[in-house]
């Protein structure tokens, strides 16, 4: 029986995933063993097995309301005057889509954001879509169904990608990050996305200048319109970060680039002046502090030679400490 590359991972070794190939509906990680299972129709990739009760709550959650969840939803975009196709349509753009991206989009539920990204894709792209709730997703390709760009689903908790790194050009989540493990999920949608590409998430947040407002009282009876924005939870990686806040203004919404590691920045830059020397001398170069009188000797003698404190401290330092040590 042969073995079929696949693009998803053991969300538990990190192990590619291959496909029996007609040897029924499973997936396995070759060398640990690992087996992975369809239930309801989709891959199941979520992990662990033995899920946190916060998790286990929101997916029976979901289940539970999955057949009802496009009823209640447009009454969120209603309350607030706002036409759910733009607002939805304005957060996609943000994306960056071309025809031939990869692209993921986490809890994407009945799919209600996923009808306007899988156009904006053709054949040569990928559609990935993924939730916790099988009768959300299966909402979800029911309504995708016609839509031409190659698409697969998967059972998977957002805080444990079953993805490479680098894989996607965009990720996107909405409205379900309170229930995620904020800081965990958001450094798997970076680490899944290749450097250069866009991250959108938002959810509820009522803005500072709006709490204890009659507004924001009346929408808090559900008090998850309270939460923060998660702005400590944002990856190292996150360059040309935005956060607005949209529908009402009682969500927040945070785009940025992923980038690799920390910012880059020229740390020897010359400062200009008579202190002189460079941001990476400061920080790395203290030494213990001097008398009074040493200082101004060392400013003087600094201005005499036309050099700056820096370079007169560092070249002298230097020197001397040669000479006693005998290098
Ligand atoms: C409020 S719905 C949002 C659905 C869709 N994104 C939208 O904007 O209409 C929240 C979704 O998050 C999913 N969800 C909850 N916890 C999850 C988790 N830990 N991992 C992945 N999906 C989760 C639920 O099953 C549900 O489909």
């Keep these: 029986m042969s073995l079929k590359e696949t693009i998803f991972i053991s969300p538990e070794t990190g192990e590619k995933l291959f496909e029996h190939e007609g040897g029924g509906l499973h997936y396995v990680a070759p060398e640990s063993g690992h087996k992975y299972e369809y239930i309801s129709g989709f891959l199941d990739l979520v992990y662990p097995k033995e899920l946190n009760e916060r998790v286990k709550y929101h997916k029976h959650f979901f289940e539970n309301l999955a057949d009802d969840y496009d009823r209640y ?73 016609n839509t031409e760009v190659p698409k697969m689903y998967c059972l998977c908790n957002a805080d444990h990608l079953p993805f490479p790194d680098n894989y996607f050009d965009a990720v996107y989540s909405f409205t379900a990050m309170q229930y995620f493990d904020i800081k965990a999920s958001l450094a798997e949608m970076a680490r899944v996305t290749k450097p250069g590409g866009k991250i959108v998430v938002g959810d509820h947040s009522m803005p500072p200048w709006l709490r204890g407002t009659y507004f924001s009282n009346v929408l808090s009876t559900n008090p998850g319109i309270l939460a923060e924005v998660p702005l400590n939870d944002i990856p190292v990686c996150a360059r040309n970060v935005i956060v607005r806040w949209v529908i009402g203004g009682i969500f927040y919404l945070i785009d940025f680039v992923v980038g690799e590691g920390e910012p880059d920045a020229d740390f020897d830059y010359m400062i200009a002046g008579a202190r002189g020397g460079t941001l990476r001398t400061r920080y790395e170069g203290q030494l213990e502090g001097v008398t009074k009188e040493a200082k101004e000797l060392a400013i003087k003698a600094a201005k005499a030679k036309g050099m700056t404190l820096h370079e007169w401290l560092d070249s002298n330092v230097k020197e001397q400490a040669k000479a006693q040590l005998g290098k």
Excluded: W, Y
Aim: with cysteine; proline share 5%; hydrophobic share 35%.
């Design 73 to 145: 939803m447009p009454q969120t975009f209603k309350t607030h005057k706002e036409d759910e196709a733009t607002v939805r349509n304005s957060f996609i753009d943000l994306l960056n889509l071309q025809p031939n991206s990869k692209v993921l989009e986490v809890a994407c539920g009945t799919g209600r954001d996923s009808e306007f990204i899988a156009p904006r894709l053709n054949k040569d792209g990928q559609f990935v879509l993924t939730d916790i709730s099988p009768k959300m997703l299966k909402i979800c390709n029911d309504k995708l169904a």
